[in-house]
């Protein structure tokens, strides 16, 4: 039987692929998706910490080095995207990531099996190696598919990707955990906050950049 929150959650995740669709082609929704995602995602941040942390002067590092951490990201994604090529790279990580995502997902719940860790009881090994799977076939796929070659490059870009996607995923469940909350806010029906959406992506779309100027020529 198809649950409530699945039907809402597969629904939000098409109008986001759709969004994806967009933001590539047009540079004006691109920009401002970026903005919108940047200010909701902080506000969500500064929640969090203040339901963690009781001392003032901690919830201001913490804060100062999230906003400085966003605007960083922000601003080297928006450079990159007035170069076609690294345009291309830059969404080939962003959907690897949300490959990894739905691999863990669907993997986990499909298989389940023993949990990686107590901080995020949903997250499972099985699932762990689905991520890594999915993100690993896509990112072969999608450059076969622009390139006509296959390189043994694409799977360790694939894996280190996902791996960094699940260490973002799981940083964010400890502070939500710390913070006993189960969502970051109600934004996404299906998936919560855009935390809970963007929280692997923070991380593996940097890391994923990073390994494919290591690895590829």
């Known amino acids: 039987m198809i649950t409530k929150n699945f039907k809402e959650r597969l629904t939000t995740s098409l109008l986001l692929i759709f969004l994806t669709i967009l933001i590539f082609n047009y540079k004006f929704l691109f920009v401002y998706t970026l903005i919108i995602l940047g200010i909701l995602s902080i506000i969500e941040f500064f929640n969090l910490n203040k339901r963690i ?61 023993p949990k990686i860790s107590k901080i995020s009881p949903n997250k499972t090994i099985s699932g762990s190696i689905g991520s890594i799977f999915f993100s690993c076939i896509f990112l072969s796929f999608f450059y076969f598919y622009l390139l006509n070659k296959i390189h043994l490059e694409y799977f360790i870009i694939g894996t280190l990707t996902s791996i960094f996607c699940q260490i973002g995923d799981l940083l964010f469940s400890l502070m939500k955990r710390k913070a006993n909350l189960k969502d970051t ?19 593996g779309l940097p890391f994923g950049i990073l390994s494919i100027i290591i690895f590829l020529p």
């Open 53 to 113: 942390f009781k001392k003032n002067i901690s919830i201001f590092i913490l804060n100062f080095f999230f906003i400085f951490y966003v605007f960083i990201f922000c601003l080297i994604i928006s450079i990159f995207y007035n170069y076609f090529h690294l345009k291309i790279i830059i969404f080939s990580i962003l959907l690897c990531c949300i490959a990894s995502d739905i691999g863990g997902y669907f993997v986990g719940k499909i298989l389940k099996g």
């Open 185 to 203: 806010s109600n934004y996404l029906p299906g998936h919560g906050g855009i935390l809970d959406r963007i929280d692997g992506i923070l991380l």
